[in-house]
């Protein structure tokens, strides 16, 4: 049996979301392998959960041409970071949620005893406000994996907003027992090696979105003036 606390458990049960336009953390959901299991299981009792990532973009310029930049060109992507915080609990801590043997269930208990990487998953279910009236809640497919579906609800069926962090490692880990608090908080920094929807193929011709030469290529549909084709950037000499 996986180490984790499960949804049917009283103290632990699901509640209520209020429905917004704007997006709330109640429903913001993070999925890990816990200890031997076998598929996504929600995590429990997060108190922060976030991401982050940069990349250099360097200017090109050009002599006799005055202080003006030609083109920005972006650089490598740095490696998207991640934080993870939580309540420990006694037969499910950090470790354990994302599927290393630690705690009750196996001697990991450092990063050094880290031999492989795992994976998280993140749902963002929107709410019934915004798949309701929302065009673009409208269009995202994505139902979610766990909680209400078309037969609880049969107002809307519940849509949600994948994200798929793959390859991750911890580079910090920590925990803190004070004396003025009893809650004792884990606290964890992941490096994630790629990051997805689940479902698209990535390469070269993704649609991004700006692009010039896309269907929506027409004037005014949004792309930078520096590609336009009435651009005067056209005139400049090589």
Request: charged letters at 15%; one cysteine or more.
């Amino acid at each position: 049996m996986p180490s984790n606390v499960t949804t049917s458990n009283y103290i632990y049960r699901m509640g209520t979301a209020p429905n917004t336009r704007a997006a709330v953390s109640q429903k913001n959901k993070v999925y890990g392998y816990c200890t031997n299991g076998q598929a996504f299981q929600q995590i429990g009792v997060i108190s922060t959960f976030s991401t982050e990532e940069s990349r250099t973009v360097d200017p090109i310029r050009g002599v006799g041409f005055g202080d003006q930049v030609a083109e920005l060109v972006p650089q490598a992507t740095e490696p998207m970071t991640m934080t993870l915080n939580k309540t420990l609990l006694y037969t499910a801590n950090l470790f354990q949620v994302t599927g290393y043997k630690g705690g009750i269930d196996g001697l990991v208990r450092s990063l050094k005893h880290h031999r492989w990487p795992f994976d998280i998953k993140q749902e963002l279910v929107f709410s019934e406000l915004a798949s309701l009236f929302d065009p673009n809640g409208v269009a995202v497919t994505a139902t979610v994996t766990t909680g209400p579906t078309a037969a609880d609800n049969p107002i809307v069926t519940p849509l949600a907003l994948l994200t798929f962090f793959e390859g991750c490692w911890f580079n910090s880990y920590g925990t803190e027992y004070t004396s003025d608090a009893a809650i004792v908080a884990e606290n964890g920094a992941v490096t994630i090696s790629d990051v997805i929807d689940g479902i698209s193929q990535y390469g070269e011709f993704i649609d991004s979105g700006l692009a010039p030469t896309s269907a929506n290529g027409a004037a005014g549909a949004g792309y930078s003036l520096r590609f336009a084709s009435a651009s005067n950037v056209n005139s400049v000499p090589v």
